[in-house]
């Protein structure tokens, strides 16, 4: 299989690309059926995928904010996919585990890379199967509109101050990771969409491609949830809303 991981690598001007695999094809149909061979993901308990945080103990985000941009990401895709997913309880198996390591602790990381995650892999007792690796050498929010610096580095800027230092959006990313290549999209080869490989050009929310390109082709893998149209509309809203206030 090609490129059965992704990395989410940040640039010198503080950007992300994603390096990985790009859909071949010029017509969405065509993106389409070169995904089928990136496979898809099916729940170990044959009825819900389940999601978890499993060793988050760093700072400029917290665990409950980790935590809620996760929920807010699978809550989107469950919107327009019929698929269910929750966080695992004590015990349950894990379909898609987010790690948090340094990059001294990890041989996947670079200095450069903010996160990666596998391509599905339906092999139950594969250790890689569904795993996202965030590099906590960088720092995270959950708005990514920086980090003021007296809180950032204390030592040298122990007054209060609007200066802020360049951050990432956690959530952002983790949706292009997690349910993009996690349930089996390669990168898409237009702009302005979710899961072309650039920070430019990429959209932050998937609600706002035009035309729609990733979600059709994730319910071109899985079953299409049907909603009313202007319920669906006010879950976009809330959710566009939502996704930098949370």
């Given amino acids: 299989?090609?490129?059965?991981?992704?990395?989410?690598?940040?640039?010198?001007?503080?950007?992300?690309?994603?390096?990985?695999?790009?859909a071949q094809g010029s017509t969405l149909e065509q993106i389409i059926e070169d995904d089928k061979k990136y496979g898809k993901m099916v729940p170990y308990n044959g009825k819900y995928f389940t999601y978890k945080a499993m060793d988050w103990d760093g700072k400029w985000i917290s665990k409950k904010e980790i935590t809620k941009g996760i929920i807010l990401v699978w809550n989107m895709a469950e919107k327009f996919l019929e698929i269910k997913a929750r966080e695992a309880k004590d015990g349950e198996y894990v379909d898609f585990k987010i790690y948090f390591r340094k990059t001294s602790d990890d041989p996947q990381l670079t200095d450069n890379t903010l996160q990666y995650h596998f391509y599905p892999i339906n092999d139950f007792n594969n250790?890689?199967?569904?795993?996202?690796v965030v590099n906590i050498d960088h720092?995270?929010?959950?708005?990514?509109?920086?980090?003021?610096?007296?809180?950032?580095?204390?030592?040298h800027y122990p007054n209060p101050t609007t200066a802020k230092k360049f951050d990432y959006d956690f959530d952002a990313i983790y949706f292009h990771e997690a349910i993009g290549h996690g349930l089996g999209l390669p990168h898409s080869?237009?702009?302005?969409?979710?899961?072309?490989g650039n920070y430019l050009g990429m959209i932050e929310s998937v609600f706002d491609e035009e035309p729609w390109e990733t979600i059709p082709r994730l319910q071109a893998k899985y079953p299409k949830r049907n909603m009313i149209?202007?319920?669906?509309?006010?879950?976009?809203?809330?959710f566009k809303a939502r996704q930098d206030r949370f």
């Fill in 1 to 22: 299989m090609t490129d059965r991981i992704c990395r989410a690598m940040a640039t010198k001007d503080g950007r992300v690309t994603y390096s990985s695999a790009v």
């Fill in 127 to 132: 250790p890689n199967r569904g795993v996202c």
């Fill in 139 to 155: 720092p995270y929010t959950s708005h990514g509109d920086g980090i003021p610096m007296h809180l950032y580095d204390p030592i």
């Fill in 189 to 196: 080869p237009n702009k302005n969409t979710k899961m072309w």
């Fill in 229 to 238: 149209f202007s319920i669906f509309q006010r879950w976009i809203n809330y």
